[in-house]
């Protein structure tokens, strides 16, 4: 059996806060909030707008967003977007996975974790990157 052709990308994973009635309403099968929630709705500009972010050939924008919760407790001179330093917090988020094409320029792919970074809410954003690479049908070229 032949071995089946494969992609190799960066996959960026990125806890992004969003309002409490954000969650609530895609859980409740309303997709357009996350275009209505402020926080959200810069992180769905830049994925949409001209980059390697999610690009999948015929298919642009792609990402996967899971609800999630983040534990985290401020110390003595954070400055929290949520919460206080001293005090245990929980912020309502989304997980959000991108996949950018390992064949992406250096300074492309800099260019646009940059820009994600300066758009995140958080004092220290979360962005996790690592390898990864991705099945694909016999039919469909490797890139």
């Known amino acids: 059996m032949p071995m089946l052709p494969r992609r190799k990308v960066r996959?960026?994973?990125l806890s992004w806060p969003v309002d409490p009635a954000t969650l609530a309403a895609l859980?409740?099968?309303?997709?357009e909030a996350l275009d209505e929630d402020p926080s959200f709705a810069k992180l769905l500009a830049a994925l949409r707008a001209d980059n390697p972010l999610g690009d999948f050939g015929h298919y642009q924008a792609v990402a996967e967003v899971s609800p999630c919760w983040e534990l985290f407790s401020p110390q003595g001179g954070a400055s929290p977007t949520l919460g206080n330093?001293?005090?245990p917090q929980i912020s309502t988020n989304l997980m959000v996975t991108i996949h950018v094409d390992a064949a992406t320029p250096e300074a492309d792919f800099d260019a646009v974790l940059d820009w994600l970074v300066a758009l995140h809410p958080w004092e220290v954003p979360v962005i996790e990157i690592s390898q990864a690479e991705l099945a694909l049908r016999a039919d469909q070229p490797a890139r």
Request: glycine share 18%; net charge positive; aromatic share 0%.
């Open 27 to 31: 859980q409740a099968g309303r997709a």
């Open 11 to 13: 996959v960026l994973r």
């Open 85 to 87: 330093a001293g005090q």
